[in-house]
């Protein structure tokens, strides 16, 4: 089950009860907390009226379409919620769309619950490492402001590029963020050698997870890197 420290409060705003149900019983297991609407003004509604970590959105809603709805959040709240929309349309015009009234992840009808949890989980943590100076994953804090990091309260002496690496980890956790990806975040369009790349996955896993009963960092072969964060008993 998701700890109490990860778990989200979530307004799911779906008119099909069964959609609605499924997501709501997979996610309820996982420890996350729902609010729900059937149709788009009741979710606008019960939108600005809570502090939700994270709104999962209906493209086809009756009353006031998703895309509607987006965009009256984005005009009338006073922070940033993140919205996941969902929707059975899979063109790229749809996907423009709901991004240009403020939707910040987008997923396809049909999609595993499984996938949709990894979703909210990495678009809430991306969220709040954007807004907030300090994350906290299990045993692992991240301190922005002072470009700092702890292990069980122990201070890691990090040097730059391995607090880069970390924070890009951590902005992207639960998912995996493929070499490529982690590339262009680290050098942009000016990629560097594949050795430079594991030299500091290397320097940065003898810092965090070297004096340690386990890892954190962790390469999924062939794929990427991703960090397995153990929950705290």
Not at 2 to 22: P, R
Request: with cysteine; charged share 25%; hydrophobic share 40%.
């Amino acid at each position: 089950m998701t700890n109490q420290a990860t778990s989200l409060y979530v307004l799911l705003v779906e008119d099909q009860l069964n959609i609605a149900g499924n997501i709501s019983d997979y996610m309820e297991a996982k420890g996350h907390v729902f609010d729900f609407a059937n149709q788009g003004q009741h979710g606008l509604d019960l939108a600005l009226e809570n502090h939700y970590d994270l709104i999962i959105l209906d493209l086809n809603l009756p009353v006031m379409d998703g895309l509607e709805v987006c965009q009256q959040i984005r005009a009338k709240s006073d922070r940033h919620i993140p919205i996941l929309m969902l929707t059975a349309r899979d063109s790229i015009e749809d996907k423009v769309s709901g991004f240009t009234v403020g939707a910040d992840d987008y997923l396809t009808k049909p999609f595993s619950l499984q996938e949709l949890e990894v979703r909210c989980m990495a678009l809430s943590r991306r969220y709040l490492l954007q807004t907030t100076d300090i994350l906290t994953l299990g045993p692992l804090t991240l301190d922005r402001k002072r470009r700092q990091v702890t292990r069980e309260g122990q201070l890691l002496n990090l040097h730059s590029m391995g607090f880069r690496i970390l924070t890009v980890l951590a902005q992207a956790y639960p998912q995996i963020v493929s070499r490529s990806q982690l590339s262009q975040k680290l050098w942009g369009d000016e990629p560097t050698e594949s050795d430079a790349m594991r030299s500091h996955i290397y320097q940065l896993r003898c810092v965090l997870d070297k004096p340690f009963d386990f890892p954190i960092l962790k390469t999924v072969h062939g794929v990427g890197f991703t960090l397995d964060i153990k929950d705290e008993k």
